[in-house]
Nanobody, 128 residues
Framework: QVQLVESGGGLVQAGGSLRLSCAAS????????MGWFRQAPGMEREFVAG????????YYEDSVKGRFTISRDNAKNTVYLQMKSVKPEDTAVYYC?????????????????????WGQGTQVTVSS
């Protein structure tokens, strides 16, 4: 079972930047795509961005495209989410998770995966 620890959240003004980190352990990190998800108050958790096992392929939801950048460091078992030009609607708890199928870049499947565990998440609050 994968263990996930998210960090880097905080309070930021609209238009500002923030960098989130997610450290993973328990499974072979460099064999699986990683995804960032977020859950705003009263809303369903939603997929934000994904990155392939080797980092060569990325995917972004339209709401964050051009503003967020996902990256990973397989030597550190860590995935990052660089957030720029943040908006109040980016306010949410941000989570990461690991795909359950190795070497896959099926983003539609990943975003619909029912994961058996999540990390604690990291709160991002954007003030207007």
């Amino acid at each position: 079972q994968v263990q996930l620890v998210e960090s880097g959240g905080g309070l930021v003004q609209a238009g500002g930047s923030l960098r989130l980190s997610c450290a993973a352990s328990g499974r072979t990190f460099n064999a699986y795509a990683m995804g960032w998800f977020r859950q705003a108050p009263g809303m369903e958790r939603e997929f934000v961005a994904g990155i392939s096992a080797n980092g060569g392929t990325v995917y972004y939801e339209d709401s964050v495209k051009g503003r967020f950048t996902i990256s990973r460091d397989n030597a550190k078992n860590t995935v990052y989410l660089q957030m720029k030009s943040v908006k109040p609607e980016d306010t949410a708890v941000y989570y990461c998770n690991q795909d359950r199928i190795a070497y896959s870049t099926n983003w539609q499947r990943l975003m619909k995966t029912v994961f058996d565990s999540w990390g604690q998440g990291t709160q991002v609050t954007v003030s207007s």
